[in-house]
């Protein structure tokens, strides 16, 4: 096997015998290589496509992937993986479908903004299916049981837990800006509470004071304990179902709060988060394999990485 320059490529110069660095090889496996120019292409492109700059605590893994890519190409020359313009079209249009672009123009714009000519674009696609089917080839299959999905729900069943919720009614008493009619509302706020508490219907005396005007109340619905504002969290801590809260002051006013029912801490069913374990558990094993697969791979061929000769910008 012909062997390239280990980290460059070098060219001669011009009527002189010393030669000149122009590119430097970051990434290389067999003949295949990434220079820091190509790098840079894919980090603006992958910018692009999350919103989100490289940053350089992400270069190491980037890189990492750049070459477990550059392993897995060499493996479908191997297997002789052949991609047919009918497929990398029918990548495109599901693309397009995608992102709802049934526009030609629309679809030019979108690549442009990508930072993408449409040979670019095809060209990564080919390179994409190419390395799924080798993918397929190399992982197999993925057996998993129900058994072993049940067993991974239980130990992480806390995952999947429904915190403790309350459903409540609460009735506002608005306070002026300069706090003059505080202490009416709240003595108001307190004639309410005792009415409640004396046998009256609290949705009748709620229909009352709105009908003044100045109140403003109802059902607020189930709401999650953890996300309970803390003043109103302390106000129904000891209640239970059909009791009011004491009146308490929120920037707003004189607030107060009936609990209607607790509904107790539970935990989604395994039928409902199934698909879910499912997916994430093909995901787990389909990376252990693929780590196993590109690391044998990387035995087999003459593989450099040189993390060291890349930058985000030139320097």
Known sequence: MTRILLASLLLAAPAAAERT??????VRVNERILTVTDLRKRALVRAAETGTPLSPEEIPQFLQEALDELCLLERAAELKIEVERADV???VASLKEQNRITDETAFEELLANLGL??????????TTITINRTLQKEVGQLPLTEEELRKRYEQEKERFAIPEKVHLEHILFPVKADGSNTQAQWERAE???????????FSKLLAEEL????ATGGDL???SVPDLREEVARAIAGLQPSQV?????IPAGVHLVRLVARIPRSYRPFSEVVEQLRNEELDR???????????????????????????LEGR
């Open 191 to 201: 004639r309410f509470v005792a009415a409640v508490r004396g046998g009256a219907d």
């Open 117 to 126: 000519s449409r040979a670019q674009l095809e060209e990564r696609l080919t």
């Open 89 to 91: 079209e029918a990548a």
């Open 245 to 249: 809260s004491e009146p308490f002051i």
């Open 211 to 214: 009908a003044r005007g100045d």
């Open 285 to 311: 094993r389909y990376r252990q394999r693929l780590r196993s697969v590109v690391d044998n791979l990387k035995t087999r061929y003459v593989v450099e990485l040189h993390p060291e000769y890349f930058s």
């Open 221 to 223: 619905g189930e709401i």
């Open 21 to 26: 660095l122009v590119e430097a090889i970051v």
